[in-house]
Structure formats: structure tokens, C-alpha cells
């Protein structure tokens, strides 16, 4: 049974940081990319980061250079390090895993239950 559960949503203000993790079983974790996507009250879900079983990582326009995706494959831990939060941050944080393409496709599988992130400004 897969499982992917995600903690370290928050509230913080404008400029601060959190740290997401998610931990995961039941799937091959070597052979998956995991990611993390979002949605805002209203809007749509997008995609946020995702990282390749060797270890390539991909951004959305809108986090790069705030937020870094990182994995550790001892523990199947998916982490995101999110920096100089926005108010525009504000949504549920998921993470996500399946095959490559579904997940560049930004429909895989495989979902957590989600953590809320909310900056205040």
C-alpha cells in the first residue's frame, strides 16, 4: 500500500522560512520521482518541484531560487526547504510520486493528504 504523508505546514509571516517533509512506503522509491504541488483556495493545482530518482530536480518559475527539493533515500524523506515565503505561497502543499512522465505531466498517482502552508504579509 502506497503511503505519503506530509508534515511542517504553517503559519509564518512575509520573508520566513518552513521546512516540509514527507515520508513514503509502499512504491518503488528508486524508480519514482516525487514532487510537490499546490493549490490556493480558487485556483488550480500547479506544480512546485520535483526530483528524479537520480537526483535532478526541476522548479517552477515562481519558487526558484526560494525553495529546494531534496530527498533522502535512507529514510524515503522528501523534503521541501521553502525560503522568504510569500504571501502568494499561501495553499495546501502535496506531495506526490509515480513514473517520471505522469509526474512532469503533473498528474501522478500517488498523493499525500496535504499540509497547509499559510504567510501572512
Known amino acids: 500500500q502506497v503511503q505519503l504523508v506530509e508534515s511542517g505546514g504553517g503559519s509564518v509571516q512575509a520573508g520566513g522560512s518552513l521546512r516540509l517533509s514527507c515520508t513514503t512506503s509502499?512504491?518503488?522509491?528508486?524508480?519514482?520521482?516525487t514532487g510537490w504541488f499546490r493549490q490556493a483556495p480558487g485556483k488550480a493545482r500547479e506544480g512546485v518541484a520535483r526530483i528524479s530518482p537520480d537526483g535532478s530536480t526541476s522548479y517552477a518559475d515562481s519558487v526558484k531560487g526560494r525553495f529546494t527539493i531534496s530527498k533522502d533515500n535512507g529514510k524515503r524523506t522528501l523534503y521541501l526547504q521553502m525560503n522568504r515565503l510569500k504571501p502568494e505561497d499561501t495553499a495546501m502543499y502535496y506531495c506526490?510520486?509515480?513514473?517520471?512522465?505522469?509526474?512532469?505531466?503533473?498528474?501522478?498517482?500517488?498523493w499525500g493528504q496535504g499540509t497547509q502552508v499559510t504567510v501572512s504579509s
Open positions: 509502499g512504491y518503488a522509491w528508486y524508480s519514482y520521482c
Open positions: 506526490a510520486a509515480d513514473w517520471c512522465g505522469k509526474v512532469v505531466a503533473g498528474m501522478p498517482n500517488y
